[in-house]
């Protein structure tokens, strides 16, 4: 852990919290239990789109609201995350079952894009607010694949356009989960073209939730 404390210029006063924040819930066999790093990843989604939303509103004051959510959309999105975690090398300090190992779990985006969320979570608690910012947007704000502006645009109608281009069959958007209270939903959406899934996204409306599963898409199929 001393070495990840290195690398990314943080020391941790509770190493329990982010052991906790490297373990993934195939180490403890018990996916509810508290001992790996689920609770911390939705705490850590929470912070992180607080942080970026606050960012995005202070920094791009010409972004109509509809390009700062694809924006910010594009940044929390699980494929940025796990750029995140590589640049880092957090998939090495992971706790991982023996199978999810052996199945290339250290390399996985989901397992890497939820440690970092996880990750954020856990410096958060045990720092302040303002230490959690200040080390979420170093992180992000220096990549620049992720801030790259050029490809805000609609992302549905893009990946439309790309497979257009390949195919007759129109892609088909799926609500697929939604929870929270009222006031609050997370919607989970996927977009599929011949029932192959070609990604996924949440967000706070059927739209966004749509978008960020075209820009998922779209980043795999680049």
């Known amino acids: 852990m001393q070495e990840l404390e290195k690398i990314i210029g943080y020391k941790f006063n509770d190493k329990k919290i982010l052991e906790r924040a490297l373990t993934h819930s195939s180490y403890t066999k018990k996916s509810d239990t508290p001992d790996n790093n689920e609770r911390l990843e939705f705490l850590g989604d929470a912070v992180l789109e607080l942080i970026i939303s606050e960012f995005l509103f202070k920094n791009y004051k010409k972004m109509d609201e509809g390009n700062l959510s694809r924006f910010r959309s594009k940044i929390v999105c699980e494929t940025s995350l796990a750029l995140i975690a590589k640049k880092i090398n957090l998939g090495k300090f992971l706790k991982l079952s023996h199978g999810e190992e052996i199945n290339g779990g250290r390399e996985k985006n989901s397992i890497l894009s939820d440690a ?4 954020f979570a856990a410096i958060f ?3 302040n607010f303002a230490t959690a910012k200040n080390f979420i947007l170093n992180l992000i704000t220096n990549t620049k694949e992720i801030m790259d502006t050029n490809n805000i645009v609609d992302a549905k109608s893009r990946l439309q356009e790309i497979f257009q281009e390949k195919s007759e069959i129109p892609l088909v ?3 697929i989960d939604e929870s929270g ?8 959406a996927q977009v599929s073209h011949e029932n192959k899934i070609l990604g996924k996204g949440h967000g ?18 680049v």
């Open 116 to 119: 970092t969320e996880a990750l």
């Open 125 to 127: 608690l045990d720092s």
């Open 173 to 175: 958007y799926e609500i």
């Open 181 to 188: 209270p009222a006031h609050e939903k997370i919607y989970v």
């Open 204 to 221: 706070h409306s059927k739209k966004e939730a749509e978008q960020e599963a075209a820009i998922y898409a779209i980043n795999n199929l």
